[in-house]
């Protein structure tokens, strides 16, 4: 087992457990990382989104004017289409190159938000690792952390799926509802770091 896919809603604990599994000895891919440094000024996919959707959706700095795209998004919902069909192949090769760095034997974690969401990601990870909780403790933590304004997590959650279906592609759950502590955590991750290096197949395989 080498390559592990880490998901979960917003808020859910992903980026937290990411950082466990990297203290046990795992090369972490952090895809949100990558997907932001994309649309930075000089990102690699700057010139494909000039390309596609005019220097109106480029911000003076060179960056991606997320305004404008929002904007655009909302009144025409194939611009998102077109968008994450321009991103999600560069985000997935940018991804196996830094997984190409990993050690002789060292197993690499993919961090993917919405690795539910987007097809692909399923079929390019030996097991999924879900992180788990109820969805007030979700609005709770990015509340907490973020100051957004309730409707502003809300219609984050409305856009991603649902727990079920997140549930329903998980090779293993790591519980992180409101009554687990840092240390019950750190506890379960061992756990499943310690049970997957046993089995070094892949399930089915
Ligand atoms: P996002 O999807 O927004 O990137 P995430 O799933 O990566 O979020 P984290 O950033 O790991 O989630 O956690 C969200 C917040 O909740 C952080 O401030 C984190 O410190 C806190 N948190 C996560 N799990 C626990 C826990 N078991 N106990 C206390 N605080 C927690």
Same mark, same amino acid.
């Given at each position: 087992m080498?390559?592990?896919?880490?998901?979960?809603?917003?808020?859910?604990g992903k980026s937290t457990v990411a950082r466990l599994l990297a203290g046990l000895?795992?090369?972490?891919?952090?895809?949100?990382?990558?997907?932001?440094?994309?649309?930075?000024?000089?990102?690699?996919a700057m010139p494909?989104?000039?390309?596609?959707?005019?220097?109106?959706?480029v911000a003076a700095d060179g960056?991606?004017?997320?305004?404008?795209?929002?904007?655009?998004?909302?009144?025409?919902?194939?611009?998102k289409v077109a968008l994450e069909a321009l991103l999600h192949p560069l985000i997935g090769q940018a991804a196996e190159a830094q997984a190409a760095q990993a050690a002789p034997g060292q197993v690499v974690v993919f961090d993917v938000?919405?690795? #539910?969401?987007?097809g692909t990601w399923r079929q390019r990870v030996d097991r999924v690792l879900v992180v788990d909780?109820?969805?007030d403790t979700q609005r709770r933590r990015v509340q907490a952390r973020s100051g957004w304004a309730p409707e502003v997590v809300?219609?984050?959650?409305?856009? @991603?799926?649902?727990?079920?279906?997140?549930?329903? #592609?998980?090779?293993?759950?790591i519980d992180n509802g409101a009554d687990v502590s840092?240390?019950?955590?750190?506890? @379960?991750?061992?756990?499943?770091w310690q049970d997957w290096r046993q089995f070094p197949c892949p399930p089915g395989g």
């Open positions: 080498r390559r592990i896919g880490l998901t979960g809603g917003i808020g859910s000895g795992a090369l972490v891919v952090d895809t949100d990382a990558i997907a932001r440094g994309l649309t930075l000024p000089g990102g690699a494909a989104i000039t390309q596609r959707f005019g220097a109106a959706a960056a991606l004017d997320r305004d404008y795209m929002r904007g655009l998004i909302l009144r025409d919902p194939a611009a938000p919405l690795l #539910v969401e987007t909780c109820e969805p809300q219609a984050v959650m409305d856009r @991603q799926a649902s727990r079920g279906q997140r549930l329903a #592609v998980a090779d293993a759950v840092l240390d019950t955590l750190a506890q @379960q991750v061992r756990q499943i």
